[in-house]
């Protein structure tokens, strides 16, 4: 296992995005997030209404807060993204909450580069998501592998029915690293 992260609080369900060199201010924790990044869209799907959306922003450093502690995850050097996924009812718009994520990222020759858990993340500028700091070895040609637990909560009839079973999608994407400023 590689990074620190994977020993990191293995029971946390909250994560906000934090950030170096954010202005600070004593009255609230708020004031040192960073300020909006580009985001960019990286492959989209949809599974018995529930709208699966990958998105790519700047790797930043977040926070796991297990219910008592708080772990800083900063990005690595290697670090080119900061992989979301959004789960969405595809007819309201509404976040998916209490499901888990797991990615999978291979090259076109079918290399897997990452494999890991995705944090469910809260952040004032990306919304509720599923994320990870990811690190791609250039720009080129990948293949998304999601593995989406169904969510584990009380529900209300309308969803009753689907999400029940463990659902996988593969996507491909084109990355190319944004340019450096």
């Given at each position: 296992m590689s990074r620190a992260r994977r020993g990191l609080?293995?029971?946390g369900c909250l994560l906000a995005v934090g950030g170096a060199g954010a202005a600070a201010s004593a009255?609230?924790?708020l004031s040192s997030l960073p300020a909006p990044v580009p985001i960019q869209t990286l492959a989209i799907a949809t599974w018995q209404g529930m709208e699966i959306l990958a998105q790519a922003a700047t790797p930043l450093p977040f926070l796991v807060f297990?219910?008592?502690t708080e772990t800083v995850v900063e990005p690595t050097k290697q670090d080119?993204?900061?992989l979301m996924v959004m789960l969405s009812d595809?007819?309201?718009g509404t976040a998916i909450p209490y499901a888990s994520?797991?990615?999978t990222i291979r090259t076109a020759s079918g290399k897997v580069i990452y494999d890991e858990r995705q944090w469910p993340m809260i952040a004032r500028y990306m919304g509720p998501h599923y994320g990870n700091d990811v690190a791609l070895p250039g720009?080129?040609?990948y293949s998304l592998t999601l593995l989406i637990s169904p969510p584990v909560a009380a529900r209300e009839m309308e969803y009753a029915h689907v999400w029940l079973t463990p659902h996988r999608v593969t996507l491909t994407f084109n990355w190319?690293?944004?340019k450096s400023i």
């Open positions: 609080a293995v029971g009255a609230s924790p297990n219910g008592t080119s993204m900061h595809q007819h309201t994520v797991w990615a720009a080129g040609r190319k690293p944004p």
